[in-house]
């Protein structure tokens, strides 16, 4: 029997589970992410890491803007502190990663979905030092 290495054998897993990943729907509570606990007093922590999210008008099937802002408070972007990425979902399905870097970047994104219905969508983004965050909204298409 032949002999594989450890690193051949991880890397085929880690293949398999992206494989099995995409296009896969999962509810939001399951999306990873910490949310704010009580949104109308959110802590610091909260305020710099819950991402906002402001949806234009929005009809199926057409464009709507979706403007994306890592925390109410502005999020540093500094090589030893920042987003590294934001990801976009719509009734569990990932629609988008944007990844930042922290040279002249701000932790925001506006991103443009065309639903086909009303549902709801799911931001969540991950912070170097303090892990991922998330929250939601209704679309009402």
Request: hydrophobic letters at 45%.
């Amino acid at each position: 029997m032949d002999r594989v290495s450890r690193r051949a054998l991880l890397g085929a897993a880690g293949a398999s589970v992206a494989l099995a990943a995409v296009g896969r729907r999962v509810h939001a509570a399951d999306i990873e992410g910490i949310t704010a606990k009580d949104p109308a007093n959110m802590t610091k922590m909260e305020q710099k890491h819950v991402p906002k999210i402001t949806v234009g008008e929005a009809k199926a099937g057409e464009p709507v803007t979706v403007t994306i802002d890592i925390g109410a408070i502005d999020h540093p972007m500094a090589e030893e502190h920042f987003i590294e990425w934001i990801d976009v979902y719509l009734d569990g399905k990932k629609l988008s990663r944007i990844t930042l870097t922290p040279v002249a970047m701000k932790a925001a994104a506006t991103v443009t979905l065309t639903p086909e219905k009303s549902g709801m969508l799911t931001v969540s983004n991950k912070c170097n030092l303090h892990g991922i965050y998330k929250s939601c909204v209704e679309i009402k298409a």
